[in-house]
Nanobody, 125 residues
Framework: QVTLVESGGGLVQTGGSLRLSCVAS????????MGWFRQAPGKEREFVAT???????DYTNSVKGRFTISRANARNTLYLQMNRLKPEDTAVYYC???????????????????WGQGTQVTVSS
């Protein structure tokens, strides 16, 4: 049984920063790909960032240069550092653990078998 628990969301002004955390149990964050997705009100859930077992990262274009995905293997924790936040970043952010290993960039929801409950990020203008 894999459990993912996110934290770190909140309300921040435009240009501010937040760091999301995702603690995993029942699986290692370093064994397969891990990812962050988000869902804004009235929109479908979308890919944000992923990190594969070797540490290679990938981002959706809208967050490149502002967001950084990382992990702390000893703590079995995944992070998403979000800088220079914009109102359009407002969403519920979900941590996910992939079904797959390997070097491929995992951007699709179907590639992830386990999801956290989500944490709300609100960026005020």
């Amino acid at each position: 049984q894999v459990t993912l628990v996110e934290s770190g969301g909140g309300l921040v002004q435009t240009g501010g920063s937040l760091r999301l955390s995702c603690v995993a149990s029942g699986s290692s964050v370093s064994s397969n790909a891990m990812g962050w997705f988000r869902q804004a009100p009235g929109k479908e859930r979308e890919f944000v960032a992923t990190i594969n077992y070797s540490g290679t990262t990938d981002y959706t274009n809208s967050v490149k240069g502002r967001f950084t995905i990382s992990r702390a293997n000893a703590r079995n924790t995944l992070y998403l550092q979000m800088n220079r936040l914009k109102p359009e970043d407002t969403a519920v952010y979900y941590c996910a653990a992939s079904r797959f290993g390997g070097l491929a960039s995992r951007r699709a929801e179907y590639e992830y078998g386990y999801w956290g409950q989500g944490t709300q990020v609100t960026v005020s203008s």
